[in-house]
């Protein structure tokens, strides 16, 4: 066939140039695919800041909503809730952590372009399939909350310093008439720990209390009544006005001996001493004083010319207590040694087996 037959048969009469059927049709369905492509873009665009249904941030329901709706609304639900003020009662006190001090914050749009991402994920087909079939994204992000460094430490150091009492030790004061024990006490400290995480709770929780009781522990005294008592095993208080010895167990009076105290000139020394060292039967070491004569500086050994009879308890260097022959029972009540403290030979043996090296002598 010519080429002039074949072009004859591509024109319609009239001149016309005639087009198949499936080309036609080709043309068509690019021009409806090409359509909806265009609108499947627009529609995906018009979502692009909406963020999917299901999806709460700290807690906040923000599905559906644009970005800038979803930032009103979790300033207003999550973020506004938060900036309130906190106050701490402690011991009929309040301490006030007001909303300025914490300057709370939070990564609200960190969270909204996290969720935004996360509702635009998959291709533009996905995305379009999941705006027709109303699908849930059900997803629940943290909101990261921030307040001011060291103001909860702050406020629990104030609070600490306001509530915090130190214990009391166990002591005794001696006097003429007898010991005065004044009974330990225990002080106390607060619960740093717990009102920390308190405050910090009821920063990040609007759901916890803003008023905040600080709770304290008990501060053990390092020396209680008991065992000041129990450590205190002895202790000798010489009365020189009433011419007694009182002696005390655990602090209790447990015997009271007749004694001879120094004299007018030599008076026993007044103060609070302690047993030096202990002997029985004694020689004696006569002083070098004016008194003693021909004695001074001598050492004496037991027997008739020791005036130190049975036992020595020493106290203040060269003073002590010990016992006298029975011919001087008489000087008992009276101002007269050299300003050692005498006892009746009976009583010295009795006060020395109860007395231990170290044991508090106290001269009124």
């Not at 529609?43 to 559906?64: E, M, T």
């Not at 001090?101 to 996905?126: E, F, I, K, P, Y």
Request: aromatic residues 6%.
């Amino acid at each position: 066939m010519s080429t002039t037959v074949r072009e004859r048969r591509r024109f319609s009469p009239g001149g016309r140039l005639r087009v198949r059927p499936a080309l036609l049709a080709g043309g068509i369905l690019l021009v409806l695919v090409g359509g909806a492509l265009a609108a499947a873009y627009i529609d995906d665009q018009s979502h692009r800041d909406r963020l999917a249904p299901g999806v709460r941030i700290g807690g906040v329901d923000v599905g559906g909503l644009s970005v800038d709706a979803a930032r009103a609304r979790l300033e207003e639900r999550a973020v506004a809730p938060r900036r309130r003020t906190l106050t701490v009662h402690a011991d009929g006190r309040t301490f006030v952590l007001a909303p300025g001090q914490s300057r709370l914050t939070a990564d609200v749009d960190v969270a909204l372009a996290r969720a935004r991402a996360d509702s635009r994920s998959g291709w533009l087909g996905q995305r379009v399939m999941h705006d027709v079939s109303g699908w849930r994204l059900d997803e629940s992000l943290p909101l990261k909350l921030h307040y001011a460094p060291g103001v909860v430490p702050q406020l629990v150091d104030k609070v600490a310093a306001a509530m915090r009492r130190a214990p009391r030790d166990a002591s005794v004061s001696p006097s003429a008439t007898g010991l005065t024990v004044t009974r330990s006490r225990a002080g106390r400290a607060l619960n740093e720990g717990a009102l920390k995480r308190a405050l910090a709770s009821a920063l990040v929780f609007p759901s916890h209390s803003a008023d905040i009781p600080a709770t304290t522990k008990p501060v053990a005294p390092k020396v209680s009544s008991t065992q000041l008592a129990q450590k205190q095993a002895a202790y000798i208080i010489v009365d020189r006005h009433d011419h007694v010895l009182r002696f005390y167990q655990h602090l209790k009076l447990s015997h009271s001996y007749p004694i001879a105290v120094g004299k007018q000139g030599l008076e026993t020394p007044k103060g609070l001493y302690d047993v030096q060292w202990k002997q029985t039967n004694p020689s004696w070491y006569v002083p070098n004083s004016a008194w003693a004569g021909k004695l001074a500086g001598k050492v004496i050994p037991p027997g008739p010319d020791d005036p130190i009879k049975a036992r020595w308890m020493a106290f203040n260097g060269g003073a002590g207590i010990h016992g006298i022959d029975p011919s001087e029972y008489g000087s008992i009540g009276h101002d007269a040694s050299h300003g050692c403290v005498r006892m009746r030979i009976p009583d010295v043996i009795s006060l020395y087996a109860r007395t231990p090296v170290g044991t508090p002598v106290y001269v009124a």
